[in-house]
């Protein structure tokens, strides 16, 4: 186990001074593809953006381990450097700062982290195009400002084709599935799929089953009230999409 | 001081003369010292820019000694308390309610109100009070007026002020928390010289809709200024107004966001046409620390002849960061397509033109019974 | 949250451009009367006209009052106490050659190109923008016109005005305070009463100005303010793109500055006026910094003339400036952009003034506010529909940006129609740097100064395009130094 990608252990987590999390614990290793499910207000999210260090969520014990290095006190920033990416249920907007942009300041950030020359404008646009034709965003979207007047569909598109790009070692994939059409699902999936590889590992948090009909998890947790209270593999999701939760409630 | 003849023999008058024995409870002695230090608005400062001051203070100086009395019209359902400033129970009302909510010293014309006061009443929704007869104020006895509304916690008030004559008048409003005061105003077209205040103060959850109509005036002047002292209260203000030949109308209003989670919109919707004029200032203030605000103003206007005017100034006042706040203002005239549309649809212009105008005005009230009540039905 | 804190410990920066060049210059001692006008006046060499004009501006100064509508607060200001006049000593260079080395490193060290191979410092890929003709004013006179012998040959005159007023005293005669007369306001009546160096550009009939023209303003002496009033006439069919920059040393007093600048466009003409003003704000706890009382305006006489505004305002305590068109030429066309950034104690109270007076004419204004520390934003705007000007419109966008929850952002536009056939849209909005904009930006690696400074870049993209590449590089760089030290 000490070689998991990610090893979260007795994670407690408050939020406003409520405790969400109460004694979490998962391990993901390289190669997998993990789905957290369970229902709504069980700490889903809350697990998801604990894991990026999203402020306004406080560890108050256990421990967040990523690919050997403690999670704690880690800014943001120094998280994705790490390689560990979140798609985000709300993807925000921020208007007149272009794609092109924002994807550029990323992916430059990632080089001179890791010692690299910056990809030349070229290089970026090329790769750029090819990530936005495989999630079936338009080539223009590159000019329109970060999520800016997008659809929910296309924010989520837009997250898909980040990871696409940025090439984690490990994709945390808040509610990706929500609120998209068939067509938009099967992108999105399509997407996870060429994504996943020996080294690295996939997070899915959802409240469906509908996205692992396309992506097959190693492993799927049931969480409820801040915890692990099942784990099994896919045909554990098949299960809950007959019964539903409540079996698992008490 | 200067000033115009009218203007001096009217502060003279004020300070010198004593009142008339009139509810002789009430203070008058803050708005004798805001004549004294401040004395009347001039022609030309910012906020009478747009009216002539000085033909109202003829008008004051016509109407204030008295006028031929009515009598007073206030209908209210028997759960409402309702009391003639002459009454000695208003005193005892006044003295147990929240403090007076005008500030005088931005507001001097309500100083002119008191020191000529003849018509008064106190309205009071005592708590938990949730009615839904309205109150209506017809005509009151005076050229000078002034009701006193206090809606207690969790109490509800609608108030329907009537089209009648006034120089003055003062709507003085506290609503405590968790309090609604719905307030309907309909302005019909006159040929004298009116200006009038309405001064609401809004505790927590407390929660104010103000709806008014207004035709012109030969001088109209609307001062509205609505305080959010609570955390999360809500006021919402719509006017619509529809002017013709000399009409004056100049509408001043301010909403202060003084606390956090407060919500306020402003609806404005006006026609002038003739050589009428039309003035709209809308103030949004958010205090500093006033956060989760949320506040938009919208006002749009249509000319409809070459000698009509529009002013308008929305203002945002922002001392807060975390604040969703806009305004949008248009001016313009009717669009060619629309009209277009409907003469292609064998309306005839007059007609077209005029459910148009009237569609335009409805645009600021939604709601079908409140159109009717403020005399924008279809 | 955390990471408004993290915002909140915004803003503070050196002043890069606040040392003060040791050299030997000639003062007038502080104060103002018919003697020291009559003194300036000598100083420049100008015709008795000239003189008498000045005179006139004095007599009717004396009895104005300074405006007191603006949303800012400063003490009265002593106008006797201050220096009209300050000149580094020596008779002006012929050439570049004979300019003392001392000023040359000034500009050198500020990134301004007084050689003319040079181009201006800080941009991108500089080897292959195009050359720029800089004018070079030092307190209160100028000090080097480069490529005279270029715009020479393109008929272009580009000089001071103090030249201008000798070499080509019809025009001056003819426009200078015929778009802002003597007595328009306080501070423009004193800057007609005591200006004394700034830039006169003509561009004749169809000409279309061969390079970008720029004015570089140094404020270096103690106690004095500047008055500098420029001038550009383009002709008809016409056009000219002309840049402005500015910058004064860190002093503990507040300095005065109150410039007069009028442009006329004639029939088919067009003028780009583009200023990135940079005047040291002061400090922390709002000590020193120049006050920036500035009248601005141009007057699109012709018809289809076109005059557009850009601002980038970063500096001065306190800035006090309304770039206005008058529309008077039949379709002519007035446009208006403006970033302004205030941070620390900076106050800012400006915006513009679009007069509709020709038919069809047209107008646009683009207004950005960022406000930070404890400073505050205001814009101001008039849009007037006069009778006459059928079919005429407006469109203006106005949004303020928030960063911390001790300044202020306050939009005050002024509406005025007087005909049913113009159309006027006014649209502001105020957002804040959100904690999910920047979280978004901190998850995908970038650090958060420099989200902050993409996401305030965004914000402000609408203006910055419409400056000339140069000048929209240096913007956007100024931005993100002022707000540098932002996050904690």
Partial sequence: MSNALLEVDSLHVEVDDKPILKGLGIAVQAGEVHAVMGPNGAGKSTLANVLAGRPGYAVTSGAMIFDGVDLADRLPEERALLGLFLAFQYPVEIPGLSNMEFLKAAIDARAKHAGLDEPSAADFIKRAREAAGRVGLSADFLRRGVNEGFSGGEKKRNEILQMLLLQPRLAVLDETDSGLDIDALQVVAAGINAFRSANNAVLLVTHYQRLLNYVVPDRVHVLADGRIVRSGDHTLAEQLEQKGYGWLAS | MAGSPAEVTLTQRLLKGGHSGYAPWLDRRPSRDVIERIGLPALRSEEWRHTNVRRW?????????????????????????????????????????????????????????????????????????????????????????????????????????????????????????????????????????????????????????????????????????????????????????????????????????????????????????????????????????????????????????????????????????????????????????????????????????????????????????????????? | MAESAEINALVEREYAAGFVTDIAAETLPPGLDEGVVRAISAKKGEPEWMTEWRLDAYRRWRKMRPPRWAHVRFPDIDYQAISYYSAPTGDKPKSLDEVDPELLRTYEKLGIPLHERAKLAGVEGADESAPVAVDAVFDSVSIATTFKEELRDAGVVFCSIAEAIREHPELVRRYLGSVVPKPDNFYAALNSAVFSDGSFVYIPKHTRCPMELSTYFRINAANTGQFERTLIIADAGSYVSYLEGCTAPMRDDNQLHAAVVELVALEDAQIKYSTVQNWYPGDEQGRGGIYNFVTKRGACLGARSKISWTQVETGSAITWKYPSVVLRGDESVGEFHSVALTRNRQQADTGTKMIHIGRGTKSTIVSKGISAGRSQNSYRGLVRMNHGAAGARNHTQCDSLLIGDHCGAHTFPYIESKLPSATIEHEATTSKVSDEQLFLCQQRGIDAEKAVAMIVNGFCKDVFRTLPMEFAVEAAQLLEVSLEGAVG
Avoid at chain 2, 79 to 87: K, R
Avoid at chain 2, 245 to 268: C, M, P, W
């Fill in chain 2, 57 to 378: 203070y003829e008008a004051v100086l016509a109407n204030g000694s008295s006028r031929a009395e009515e009598a007073a019209a206030i209908a209210a359902p028997a759960a409402i308390e309702v009391v003639d400033f002459a009454s000695p129970r208003a005193a005892e009302l006044a003295a147990a309610g929240p403090a007076s909510v005008i500030d005088l010293a931005s507001q001097p014309l309500a100083a002119v109100n008191a020191l000529l006061l003849r018509a008064g009443a106190v309205v009071r929704a005592p708590s938990g009070i949730r009615s839904t007869e309205p109150v209506r104020i017809g005509a009151l006895n005076g050229a000078f007026q002034h009701v006193l509304v206090h809606v207690e916690a969790g109490a509800s008030l609608t108030l329907i002020e009537e089209p009648s004559a006034f120089t003055h008048r003062v709507i003085e409003a506290t609503v405590a928390e968790a309090g609604h005061f719905c307030h309907w105003r309909r302005q019909a077209r006159s040929a004298e010289r009116e200006c009038s205040l309405v001064a609401v103060r809004l505790q927590a959850g407390a929660n104010y809709a103000l709806a008014q109509t207004s035709r012109g005036a030969d001088l109209r002047r609307n001062d509205i200024r609505i305080t959010l002292a609570g955390s999360g209260a809500e006021a919402t203000v719509v006017g619509a107004w529809r002017l013709h030949g000399h009409d004056h109308l100049d509408n001043q209003v301010a909403i202060s966001h003084a606390e956090a989670g407060g919500f306020s919109r402003q609806t404005y919707r006006g026609i002038a046409a003739d050589s009428a004029r039309a003035v709209l200032y809308g103030r949004i203030h958010i205090a500093a620390g006033a956060n989760q605000t949320d506040a938009a103003l919208s006002t749009k206007n249509l000319l409809a002849s070459d000698a009509a005017q529009v002013f308008a100034k929305p203002e945002l006042e922002i001392h807060a960061s975390d604040v969703q706040c806009r305004h949008g203002a248009t001016v313009g005239t009717l669009d060619d397509a629309a009209m277009h549309y409907m003469r292609s649809r064998g309306i005839g212009e007059e007609a077209a033109r005029e459910l148009l105008l009237a569609g335009f005005l409805r645009e600021a009230i939604a709601d079908a019974e409140g159109a009717e009540l403020v005399g924008l039905g279809a």
